[in-house]
Structure formats: structure tokens, C-alpha cells
């Protein structure tokens, strides 16, 4: 049974703190994801990888960074934290051979 | 880029009546489409999927069907439960790469007991 799992459920920050959400997954998958979900807006990638070390883009990346040290750890930084950075934020693993990904449960990150 | 849209937004149905959500995507080299649930407070979870080589699948009482020329596809839920509340997302991607899922907006189902 596939299991991802985030550091966090909830989290609360000041604006301008340095902020690090912890992704990990324990089925070897090669691609990892980072979301946020907003209501309305549905879930919207911010970054993914598909192996270590290696990063890209999703629709909406300004305000944020990754990291992918090791494959079973996807990092999401929030550099400067800022209030419309408030969301829920998903992170997701998949194998390479097959199109299903699996969810962790979620981090609500608020920025006051 | 892939753009998917998804309708409607909410849908409340009478426990026992069918429900229906759509979704249109813009890129003709999409070939995987997954629908995932998304109940209150907990993880979106995969609940059925097609690929372009079919035109419909059926799990129970829930069933997809594709249509590749007009470029969309529809999630069916039949006999619905209570249970069946949930947020419903549509998704589509063209298994290349990484295997981007880009995602519709949701649509929140209320089963009306």
C-alpha cells in the first residue's frame, strides 16, 4: 500500500519567515508533486520532479522552491512566507510506468 | 498547455438518484483521464480512470466515459449513497514525462439522504 506522508497537518507562519513543508513516500516512485489546492481553483501544481536532484515548473511556481536531495523526499520551501501563500498544499508520487498518483494528506499552512 | 474545465461546480442530487460531472480538456495528445474523490478534511484518492483507447469504463456503480473527438469525458455515478458526498475531481494528462495530471476546479457532490 502506497504511503505518502507530509510533516505537517497544520501550520502557522509569520510574514517573511522561511517556510519548509517535508514530503515523503515509501514506494520507490521516480516523480513526485507539489500542489496547492484553493477552493474553486481546484489543485494547482507548483513544482514536480522525476528523479533526484531534478526539478521543474508546474503553472505556478514564483514564491517557492523545491528540493529532491533524496528520491523518497520532496521538499517545498517558501523562501519569504506571505499571507497569499495561506492554502492547503498537497504533495503527490507516482511511478514512472504509470499515470496514478497518490496524495499525502495535506498541509494547511496559514501566513499571518 | 493542457486546460481542463469542469461543470458543474456544485451538484446536490436525492439519495438513490444518478449524478453526472463533466469535464472538456484543450489538448488532443491527452490519453490518461483519473477522477479522484476527495472527502471532507482527508487526501484526494483515485476512484476510477481511462485511457483513449476506451470509451468507457465501468467500476460498480460509478462508470467514465471518453469521447475523444469532442474532447470530453464524464464521471457517472448511479444509485447514490450518502457515502458518495465528497469533492470530485477530473484530470488529464498526456503520460509523457513525469506524467502530469493537470487538474479540473471540482465539483462538490452533496448525496441529499
Known amino acids: 500500500d502506497v504511503k505518502v506522508t507530509q510533516s505537517s497537518r497544520y501550520l502557522v507562519k509569520r510574514t517573511g519567515e522561511k517556510v519548509f513543508l517535508e514530503c515523503v513516500q515509501d514506494?520507490?516512485?521516480?516523480?513526485m508533486f507539489w500542489y496547492r489546492q484553493d477552493p474553486g481553483l481546484g489543485l494547482r501544481l507548483i513544482y514536480f520532479?522525476?528523479?533526484?536532484?531534478?526539478?521543474e515548473k508546474g503553472d505556478i511556481p514564483e514564491g517557492y522552491s523545491v528540493s529532491r536531495e533524496k528520491k523518497e523526499r520532496f521538499s517545498l520551501i517558501l523562501e519569504s512566507a506571505s499571507t497569499n501563500q495561506t492554502s492547503m498544499y498537497l504533495c503527490?508520487?507516482?511511478?514512472?510506468?504509470?499515470?496514478?498518483?497518490?496524495f499525502g494528506p495535506g498541509t494547511r499552512l496559514t501566513v499571518l | 498547455g493542457e486546460n481542463v474545465e469542469q461543470h458543474p461546480s456544485t451538484l446536490s442530487v436525492q439519495e438513490g438518484d444518478s449524478a453526472v460531472i463533466k469535464c472538456t480538456y484543450s489538448?488532443?495528445?491527452?490519453?490518461?483521464f483519473p477522477w479522484y474523490k476527495q472527502e471532507l478534511g482527508k487526501r484526494p484518492q483515485l476512484i476510477i480512470d481511462?485511457?483513449?483507447?476506451?470509451g468507457e469504463k465501468k467500476d460498480q456503480r460509478i462508470a467514465v466515459t471518453l469521447n475523444k473527438t469532442a474532447k470530453h469525458f464524464s464521471l457517472h455515478i448511479t444509485e447514490t449513497q450518502p457515502e458518495d458526498s465528497a469533492v470530485y475531481f477530473c484530470?488529464?494528462?498526456?503520460?509523457?514525462?513525469?506524467?502530469?495530471?493537470?487538474f479540473g476546479t471540482g465539483t462538490r457532490l452533496t448525496v441529499i439522504p
Open positions: 503527490a508520487s507516482s511511478d514512472s510506468s504509470a499515470n496514478t498518483q497518490y
Open positions: 514506494m520507490d516512485h521516480e516523480n
Open positions: 520532479s522525476y528523479d533526484v536532484k531534478m526539478k
Open positions: 489538448d488532443s495528445a491527452s490519453n490518461y
Open positions: 481511462i485511457r483513449s483507447n476506451v
Open positions: 484530470a488529464a494528462s498526456k503520460g509523457t514525462g513525469a506524467n502530469n495530471l493537470f
